[in-house]
């Protein structure tokens, strides 16, 4: 079955900076690539995903690259702000099953 | 106001109890979702359910039990027979493949 892989497990950057976290999937049939933000004590929250068909999607400071052939897709943060300080998840999922695979999570600290 | 209510958001277990974990949901989304969330891991899909009345084991099933009489509402029985079973529980409904989840519960072993 999907196995997705999620590094690093913590990320500490200054504000302002910028944070990158890296996912890797095993099964070439997946398809759609959400990304989740948990903050503490809360459910996870949809901020981007994107579709096996394209290969870059951006939304004001967050984007999500796609690299089919190497399976792995990263989110990109650009300057940073304390509020963007959670647990961030990738997923993966297959034509309509309605099953994602979620990565391990990552802990993002931004520093002020 | 719409969303995804879980309750309670706190919950203890004595030994050989059955406790049940509430979802209820008003986006008249069809699907629904109960994961599982350890520290320091990725949640991991305990039951699903497409439509009422029909429901499919995850990847973590043993132990639990779900029902699905109303689109409204996708309860989570956490039997005597689930061993480890303090966790953050997620419910979650969705549309498609997105899902949008609740607030959570914290399940803990007295």
């Known amino acids: 079955g999907e196995n997705v892989e999620q590094h690093p497990s913590t990320l500490s950057v200054q504000e302002g900076d910028s944070a990158v976290i890296k996912c890797t999937y095993s099964?070439?049939?997946?398809?759609?690539f959400p990304w989740y933000k948990q903050e503490l004590g809360k459910g996870p929250q949809l901020i981007i995903d994107i579709r096996s068909n394209v290969g870059e999607k951006k939304d004001q400071r967050i984007a999500v690259t796609l690299n089919k052939t190497a399976k792995h897709f990263s989110l990109h943060i650009t300057e940073t702000q304390p509020e963007d300080s959670a647990v961030y998840f990738c997923?993966?999922?297959?034509?309509?099953?309605?099953?994602?695979?979620f990565g391990s999570g990552t802990r993002l600290l931004v520093r002020p | 106001d719409g969303g995804i209510t879980q309750s309670p958001k706190y919950l203890f277990r004595k030994e050989g109890q059955n406790v049940t974990l509430s979802c209820e949901q008003n986006?008249?989304?069809?699907?629904m979702y109960w994961y599982r969330q350890d520290p320091g891991q990725g949640l991991r899909l305990i039951y699903y359910?497409?439509?009422?009345?029909?429901?499919q084991k995850g990847d973590i099933a043993e132990g639990y039990s779900v029902s699905r009489e109303k689109k409204e509402s996708f309860p989570l029985t956490v039997t005597s027979a689930q061993k480890n079973p303090t966790a953050f529980y997620l419910c979650a409904s969705s549309p498609s493949e997105k899902l949008f989840f609740g607030s959570g519960t914290q399940l803990s072993v007295l």
């Open positions: 997923a993966a999922s297959w034509d309509s099953s309605y099953k994602l695979i």
């Open positions: 359910s497409q439509i009422v009345n029909d429901f």
């Open positions: 099964d070439s049939a997946s398809n759609y």
């Open positions: 986006l008249n989304h069809d699907a």
